[in-house]
C-alpha cells in the first residue's frame, strides 16, 4: 500500500510559514496520425499561419490569391486580415552580405545581440543555422559533418540561401551570423579542426558486463554525467530558439550529432522545453547522424579492447549496440517530429538534408486573422485552412493555445486548469522547474522516494500593493507504475511570506515531499503555478527504483548537500531518512557550492556483514558518522571505542578528480555498528568544508567498502565549486 509523507525543509534565517524554504544556492510526444499536430502559444490578437501548397507530384505552387483560402478555427470561419506569400526561388542573385539579422556584429551577436545593431530584412530569404555539436564526436565524425556542409556551399547553395554557424564544444559559440557570403562561410567552416570534440560522449553505467576490458580496478558508474551531457545538448537548442525567436519567417536548423541518450532524472524535461521552444520560435529542426551507415560486430569495433562477460558470445553485445544506437536515434527523431522537420539516418550521404530544407522553405503563404473568440480561457483551438481547389494538398500546423486570463479564472477554474496541465502531453515551460530524486530502503520491498523540487526566486513576481510580499503557490504531482496507472498523487498550497520581496528574488525556494513505493520503473510529474500571474512550468522524467536484494552491496543515493536546518514542527508522521537527530538535510539539487560552504552528504548501507572483525582503524570518526577531516572533529578526539567481536566493519571516504586526477581525499570513516537496527541501515553523514578547493568543476567520488562481505561501491556525481559572492558595499550617510 502506498503512502505519502510530505517535508518542508527550512532555511536558517528564512523561515515560510513551515512550508518552503528559501536559500541562497547557485543555480512530448506527439500522437501519430497523417499530419503532425503542431501546437503554439499566442501572446498577441493576431494569429498567423504558415501554408504550404503543394500539387499531387509534390511541387510547390504559388500565385494563390487571399480569396482561395477560407481559415476556421474550431469550426468557426475566421476573416483573413493580412496575406502574403514568402517566395524564396524568386531571388536570383545574392544582395550584400554586410548586413546581418543581428547586424555587422562580431562573434556572438546572434545570441548577444549589440547595443545598436541594423536588423536584415529576411524576407524571400532562407534562413538555415548549421548546429556543430562537437561535443561528442570523435576527429572522423568532425571532418565528415563538416565537408558535408563545405560541400554543400560550394555546390548547392542558392543566392536566396542565409547561414549562419553555431558550435557546442566545451562552450556554445556563434562562429558565423547569417550571411550570404560563401566566402565567409568557407571561411568559417575551415576554421574547424578535427581537435574541436571534447569526449562528452557517454560514459560507462557501473557494469563491467559487456564493456571494453580497460584494466581497470572497478568500473564507474557516470550515469550522472550521461545526464549532464544530454542535457547540456538540450539546453543548447533551447538557447538557440530563444534567439531566433525574433525573426518571423521560418528557421531550419541542421542539427549535426552523433545521437542523444536520455538516460537521466530531467532529460525527457529539456527535451520538452527544446521542442516547445521550437514551435513557438517557428523553427524546424533537422537532425543528421553524422555517425552514417553503422556496422555492429559481436566482438566490439577493432578500435576497442575485449569485451568483459559472455555477451560477444551469446548475441548480447550486438543487441545492446542496436539498443543504444536507437535510442540516441529515437530522440533526435523527437526534435524532428515535434518541430515539423525531418531526421536522417544511417546513410554515409549527408547531401539529402540540405535538399529536404530546401524544399521545405521554398515558398509558403502567410495567413493573418484575429479570431472572433475573446475569451482567453488558454485553450487548444484547432485551425483548418481550405483551398477552393480540391487538386492542391495544405500542410499547416493544425492549432494554437488561446491566451489565458488568470485574474478572472474562479477557484474551480483554476483547479481544472492546473489538472488539466498535469494531464497535458505539451506542458507548459513559463516558470524554470528543477528536481531531484534520492532513494531510501524502508524494508525489502518498500522504498523512500525522495522528490525536491527547486523554483528560482525570479521567478516569482510580486505586485505593488500591500500584499506584495505574500504569494502562494500551487503544486501538483503524480506518480504512475510503469507509466500507466496512478500509485500516488500530490497536491498541496504553500503560502510565501518574507519580510522583503528582494530576498526571494535572489534566492531559490525548495519544495520537498516523498512516496513510498516498491522497486520498479515509475514516470513522475509535478506542475508547479505561482498565483500571481497564473504562470505554470512543469517537471516530468522517469524513474527507477532498483531491488537491492539483487545487488552486491545494497546502497542507497547518495544526497548532497549544503544545509542543514532544524526539523520542522508541521512535519506529517511517516519516514523521513534525511531528518536525523531533529535535523534535515536540504538536497542541493544544482550541486554548485561556494567555498565558503560545507559539503554535507548522506548515504545509507544496507544488511552489512557480520563477522569478527580487528580494531577500529586509526582515523575513524566514530560509527556511521561523518565530519571527515573537518576542523571540529579533528579538535575534538573521541575516546576509543570497543568493537564487538561480532560486528559490521563497513569503510566510507570522499574523493575529489579533476581532470581525471584525484585533487583530495578525505580520511577514511569507519562503522562497526548499524545506526538504524529497525531498517537495518548503517547511516553516514558527512561533513567537508569546500575552503580549500579551488573553484571549478570536480567528481565527487564517495567510496564504500563492506570490509566483512568483500563488496564495495563508488558512485559519482559532477559538482562545482565558485567562489564566495562579494558582500554588497554599504553606503556611510553624509556628514559621518
Known amino acids: 500500500m502506498l503512502r505519502k509523507t510530505r517535508a518542508f525543509a527550512m532555511a536558517a534565517v528564512l523561515l515560510i510559514n513551515g512550508s518552503l524554504s528559501v536559500f541562497a544556492q547557485d543555480a512530448p510526444q506527439t500522437p501519430q496520425a497523417q499530419q503532425p499536430q503542431y501546437r503554439v502559444h499566442v501572446t498577441s490578437e493576431l494569429v498567423l499561419v504558415n501554408v504550404v501548397v503543394r500539387d499531387k507530384k509534390g511541387n510547390l505552387v504559388g500565385g494563390l490569391k487571399k480569396d482561395d483560402f477560407t481559415l476556421l478555427e474550431d469550426g468557426k470561419r475566421q476573416t483573413i486580415s493580412t496575406f502574403d506569400f514568402e517566395n524564396v526561388d524568386e531571388l536570383k542573385t545574392a544582395g550584400a552580405a554586410e548586413a546581418t539579422v543581428s547586424g555587422t556584429a562580431p562573434d556572438g551577436a546572434l545570441l548577444r545581440p549589440a547595443e545598436k545593431t541594423a536588423a536584415l530584412d529576411a524576407r524571400d530569404r532562407r534562413l538555415m543555422l548549421l548546429f556543430f555539436d562537437f561535443s561528442g564526436m570523435d576527429p572522423e565524425q568532425i571532418d565528415r559533418s563538416v565537408d558535408a556542409a563545405k560541400k554543400f556551399v560550394q555546390t548547392r547553395m542558392q543566392p536566396a540561401d542565409l547561414i549562419a554557424l553555431v558550435s557546442l564544444a566545451t562552450n556554445m559559440r556563434v562562429d558565423l551570423d547569417f550571411t550570404d557570403d560563401k566566402t565567409k562561410v568557407l571561411g568559417a567552416l575551415t576554421s574547424y579542426t578535427s581537435g574541436q570534440g571534447q569526449g562528452f560522449d557517454n560514459g560507462t553505467t557501473g557494469s563491467a558486463e559487456g564493456a571494453a576490458e580497460t584494466s581497470g580496478a572497478f568500473t564507474a558508474d557516470d550515469t550522472d554525467y550521461n545526464t549532464f ?329 547518495v544526497v548532497l548537500s549544503s544545509q542543514r536546518v532544524p526539523a520542522g514542527a508541521k512535519k506529517t508522521s511517516g519516514p523521513h531518512p534525511l531528518v536525523q537527530d531533529q535535523t534535515e538535510l536540504v538536497p542541493n539539487i544544482t550541486h554548485v557550492f561556494t567555498q565558503d560552504q560545507h559539503l554535507y552528504l548522506q548515504y545509507e548501507v544496507y544488511d552489512a556483514a557480520r563477522g569478527k572483525n580487528p580494531a577500529t582503524a586509526s582515523g575513524a570518526n566514530g560509527p556511521a558518522n561523518g565530519g571527515a577531516n573537518s576542523a571540529a572533529n579533528d579538535a575534538a578526539k573521541a575516546p576509543p571505542v570497543k568493537t564487538p567481536r561480532d560486528s559490521v566493519r563497513v569503510l566510507t571516504s570522499i574523493e575529489f578528480l579533476q581532470g581525471g586526477a584525484k585533487v583530495y581525499e578525505s580520511k577514511p570513516v569507519v562503522a562497526n555498528e548499524v545506526t538504524a537496527p529497525d531498517r537495518k541501515a548503517v547511516i553516514f553523514q558527512i561533513d567537508l568544508p569546500l575552503q580549500a578547493l579551488k573553484p571549478g568543476f570536480y567528481v565527487c567520488q564517495v567510496n564504500v567498502v563492506d570490509d566483512v562481505a568483500g563488496n564495495f561501491a563508488f558512485p559519482r556525481s559532477p559538482i562545482l565549486v565558485k567562489e564566495p559572492a562579494q558582500p554588497s558595499p554599504t553606503k556611510t550617510p553624509a556628514g559621518k
Do not use: C, W
Open 229 to 557: 551531457n544530454a542535457d547540456r545538448k538540450l539546453l543548447a537548442l533551447q538557447t538557440i530558439m530563444q534567439s531566433l525567436g525574433k525573426i518571423s519567417q521560418k528557421k531550419a536548423i541542421i542539427y549535426f550529432s552523433n545521437g542523444i541518450s536520455q538516460n537521466g532524472v530531467d532529460n525527457q524535461s529539456a527535451l520538452r522545453a527544446a521542442t516547445a521552444s521550437a514551435v513557438k520560435a517557428n523553427v524546424s529542426i533537422y537532425p543528421v547522424d553524422i555517425r552514417g551507415l553503422q556496422a555492429f560486430p559481436p566482438g566490439g569495433e577493432a578500435q576497442n579492447a575485449s569485451l568483459h562477460g559472455q555477451s560477444a558470445y551469446n548475441g548480447a553485445a550486438v543487441l545492446n549496440d542496436l539498443s543504444g544506437n536507437a535510442a540516441t536515434q529515437d530522440t533526435l527523431s523527437t526534435l524532428a517530429s515535434d518541430t515539423g522537420g525531418k531526421a536522417f539516418f544511417d546513410s554515409n550521404d549527408f547531401t539529402a538534408v540540405f535538399s529536404q530544407v530546401q524544399k521545405d522553405s521554398s515558398a509558403y503563404y502567410v495567413l493573418g486573422f484575429t479570431s472572433t473568440n475573446a475569451l482567453k480561457d488558454g485553450r487548444f483551438r484547432h485551425l483548418k485552412v481550405q483551398l477552393n481547389r480540391q487538386d492542391l494538398k495544405l500542410d499547416y500546423r493544425s492549432g494554437y493555445y488561446a491566451g489565458r486570463d488568470f485574474e478572472h479564472l474562479n477557484r474551480a477554474d483554476r483547479e481544472q486548469q492546473i489538472q488539466d496541465e498535469l494531464a497535458s502531453e505539451l506542458s507548459q515551460t513559463d516558470v524554470a522547474v528543477y528536481a531531484g530524486a534520492a532513494y531510501f530502503r524502508q524494508d525489502d520491498t518498500h522504498y523512500y522516494l525522495s522528490v525536491s523540487l527547486v523554483i528560482p526566486g525570479s521567478q516569482i513576481p510580486f505586485v505593488q500593493a500591500k500584499d506584495k510580499d505574500n504569494a502562494t503557490i500551487d503544486v501538483i504531482g503524480e506518480v504512475r507504475a510503469d507509466g500507466k496507472f496512478a500509485v500516488g498523487h500530490l497536491r498541496d498550497t504553500v503560502k510565501l511570506a518574507l519580510d522583503s520581496a528582494q530576498q526571494v528574488r535572489r534566492k531559490n525556494v525548495q519544495y520537498n515531499t516523498g512516496f513510498l513505493l516498491a522497486p520498479g520503473s515509475y514516470h513522475l510529474k509535478f506542475v508547479v503555478r505561482e498565483n500571481q500571474s497564473g504562470r505554470m512550468g512543469s517537471f516530468e522524467t522517469d524513474v527507477q527504483i532498483p531491488d537491492l536484494r539483487k545487488t552486491p552491496l545494497r546502497m542507497s543515493s
